[in-house]
């Protein structure tokens, strides 16, 4: 590694460990400022170090080819360990066998934190230095924003329509016609219950309830069991954005009603955007969850089901295989989120593939993106369900590796009715400062309904007159076709 590489690696460390620092709460109200000074003191040694010999690279304008027997270094960040473990060894063994294939590559993994995948990657995008290829929420937004801040480049300008054909998810992260993040695996929200608890408490254990109704008498006999009646953690924050993605679809027309409230043609305290804060209210009140559940974080809430101490649980489907270990697939059912309107959004099944992204600085992209595409090989897609027990997102995974019916049941309900999820339809700033912070308050019965949803819509409002970067693209976005 060179020296410039090895000092903006290490400047970067220090970045990543500032932020993992940092509790969450923290990290939304003054990080904006410690931010600023470290991307600050970050360019200002990047700069100092820089090497001025230019690197030949191939780009989109120009025929120029790399070097084959230039030794490259690709640094990948990546996460995905507590949701499909095994990612690690999987990505390290296709990168082993990429430099088997072409010595003159070798990789740099490096795992990130989930509490700072978003901010270690503004970090070094503000300073044009970092990784080639980076791990990238879902889509949506998340894509979004880094394509509007020219921080990727679209993974189609350098792959074909063949082999792209075969890719699951693409729509969440297409923009002005391209493909912009790679799909990697694939994730959606799932409610989960534990039968033998549900007939310990004289509940049918093939009927779940299926309505608000029917879940908050459900959570009035499991109570009087002495069982809690749901699994959760609201310490950090996420699972609030769960429910919301599970509750707040449910009394929209579409889900893309989220983007009109983002840019002001709709309001978050609108009836049809807030009606979920009520339905969360009721539950919190009727004592659906466990005792701790604000003080314990999301995974933790999770391990509450994962240990047989709860009835039910809302996560996403990469806590599945680890229940069924656990409690026997005997055990484990599925159910719906219970709906509390007849909208037909409410039986739609939430879904995304996370993604991996070639950065706009990298001096690699064409040996990026050709590493990324020995990914979806057929034999590189089943290897990852076989040690993650989680599917890669191609069609082209051979479905008949999954023995478990639950996950099969599973399948068959995102192929019937996919959506894409909430959480990728507006602004981060909203969601983070906004729709999680209000859910923690109605856990923490710190707010009603009407000021959490006045909250967020707060919220929106100043977001959209602070004159936000590329709000006529976000515009373009939320009004596809006008």
């Not at 509750?247 to 807030?274: C, K, M, N, W």
Request: charged share 25%; net charge negative; with cysteine.
């Amino acid at each position: 590694m060179s020296k410039t590489k090895e000092v903006r690696h290490k400047i970067f460390f220090v970045l990543q460990k500032y932020f993992q620092r940092k509790e969450i709460e923290m990290k939304r109200i003054k990080k904006q400022t410690f931010f600023s000074v470290l991307i600050i003191i970050a360019s200002f040694l990047i700069a100092s170090c820089a090497n001025p010999k230019p690197v030949t690279h191939v780009n989109q304008e120009s025929s120029e080819k790399e070097s084959v027997e230039e030794p490259i270094t690709l640094t990948v960040w990546w996460w995905g360990e507590p949701e499909a473990p095994g990612t690690g060894k999987w990505l390290k063994d296709r990168a082993d066998e990429y430099t088997e294939e072409n010595p003159n590559v070798v990789f740099e993994l490096v795992e990130q934190n989930i509490d700072t995948v978003v901010t270690a990657f503004k970090a070094a995008a503000a300073a044009k230095s970092g990784p080639d290829i980076a791990f990238l929420f879902s889509g949506g937004v998340y894509v979004m924003e880094d394509v509007w801040e020219g921080n990727i480049v679209p993974i189609s300008d350098y792959a074909t329509e063949e082999q792209m054909s075969t890719w699951i998810d693409t729509f969440s992260k297409t923009y002005d016609g391209k493909i912009w993040t790679m799909p990697f695996y694939m994730q959606s929200y799932l409610m989960m219950y534990n039968k033998d608890l549900f007939t310990k408490a004289g509940l049918d254990p093939e009927n779940p309830p299926s309505t608000m109704d029917e879940l908050l008498n459900a959570c009035e006999i499991l109570n009087r069991s002495g069982i809690a009646p749901m699994a959760s953690g609201m310490r950090d924050l996420f699972q609030g954005g769960i429910y919301y993605s599970e509750l707040g679809v449910q009394s929209l027309p579409d889900a893309y009603s989220i983007q009109r409230a983002t840019i002001g043609e709709e309001s978050f305290e609108d009836r049809q955007h807030a009606e979920w804060l009520e339905a969360l209210d009721q539950m919190v009140k009727a004592s659906c969850f466990n005792e701790d559940v604000n003080s314990l974080d999301l995974y933790s809430g999770w391990e509450v089901f994962g240990r047989g101490e709860a009835a039910m649980l809302q996560a996403n489907d990469a806590f599945l295989p680890v229940a069924i270990e656990n409690l026997g697939e005997e055990n484990v059912g599925l159910m719906r989120m219970p709906s509390y309107t007849e909208s037909p959004v409410s039986e739609s099944m939430c879904y995304f593939s996370q993604g991996l992204g070639i950065t706009s600085w990298s001096p690699y992209k064409e040996v990026a993106a050709d590493f990324l595409l020995t990914l979806h090989a057929k034999e590189n897609v089943d290897e990852f369900y076989k040690i993650t027990s989680i599917p890669f997102a191609n069609t082209n995974f051979d479905t008949s590796l999954i023995k478990s019916e639950l996950q099969k049941e599973e399948f068959e309900w995102i192929s019937e009715r996919p959506q894409l999820c909430p959480e990728g339809l507006t602004a981060i700033q909203i969601w983070e400062t906004g729709v999680m912070p209000a859910s923690q308050a109605i856990f923490q019965q710190s707010l009603s309904p009407a000021e959490a949803a006045q909250l967020i819509e707060d919220v929106a409002r100043n977001w959209r007159e602070s004159n936000p970067p590329n709000f006529d693209n976000w515009i373009t976005w939320a009004k596809p076709g006008e």
